[in-house]
């Protein structure tokens, strides 16, 4: 089955500083990769999406994520963080070898916290 | 996401009650879900639908039940709700033009059951 791992609970970045929120998955085949972003009391809006092609996928607001294979990551990065940025993210995964409907497996998410 | 709509936005209720909350979208989307999202767990699928005849179950349906209306309207039912139903519930939709259209998601709804 498929999973994916966020390790980090929270993570903080000062505003102009590099971001990276980490993400690793399983599958047993290849992966279908996302991203979604959640403000406060708002639902999960889309980033972006890693299906084929490119290793780097360029999303939303700035944001760009790189698959690694070999390393079964897919980490969610953005050049210069702003406060607005501050938002719990979460990595989902599909499994691409199984046929029919796959739900997306989510992560427990990480809290990004950028101070000004 | 304006366009999905779920009520009530937060709703409080007693151990044993029959609770139902509502979903409806403007996107003409054919594809529907709920979800709950708990602390640390993440999001998991209760139940998913891909058109009104079509209702399935994720990997959380027990203590669940849905209606498909219409096209536009996904109703989930807590037949006799539960402490551990307590959780934030959402609605979300997907067009169905491909397995990985991205989900758009209401602003959800919170559920408290004493």
């Known amino acids: 089955a498929q999973s994916v791992a966020q390790p980090e609970d929270q993570v903080n970045v000062a505003e102009g500083n590099p971001l990276t929120v980490k993400c690793t998955y399983s599958v047993s085949g290849n992966p279908y990769l996302f991203w979604y972003v959640q403000y406060p009391n708002r639902g999960l809006q889309f980033l972006l999406k890693y299906i084929t092609g490119d290793n780097l996928v360029k999303g939303s607001y700035g944001f760009e994520a790189e698959f690694n294979k070999s390393q079964t990551s897919f980490h969610l990065k953005k050049p210069s963080a702003l406060v607005s940025d501050s938002a719990l993210y979460f990595c989902?995964?599909?499994?691409?070898?199984?046929?029919?409907?796959?739900?997306?497996?989510f992560g427990t998410g990480t809290r990004l916290l950028v101070s000004p | 996401d304006a366009d999905v709509t779920q009520t009530p936005r937060n709703r409080i209720t007693k151990t044993g009650k029959r609770i139902m909350l509502e979903c409806s979208q403007t996107?003409?989307?054919?594809?529907m879900y709920w979800y709950r999202q708990d602390p640390g767990l993440g999001l998991r699928l209760i139940y998913y639908s891909f058109d009104v005849k079509d209702i399935n179950k994720g990997e959380i349906s027990d203590g669940y039940s849905v209606s498909r209306q219409a096209q536009a309207k996904f109703s989930l039912s807590l037949e006799s709700a539960i402490p551990n139903q307590t959780a934030l519930y959402f609605c979300?939709?997907?067009?169905?033009?491909?397995?990985?259209?991205?989900?758009?998601f209401g602003n959800g709804t919170r559920l408290t059951v004493t």
């Open positions: 979300a939709t997907s067009d169905s033009t491909g397995v990985n259209s991205p989900l758009h």
């Open positions: 996107k003409g989307h054919d594809r």
């Open positions: 989902a995964v599909r499994d691409r070898a199984n046929t029919g409907f796959q739900k997306l497996v």
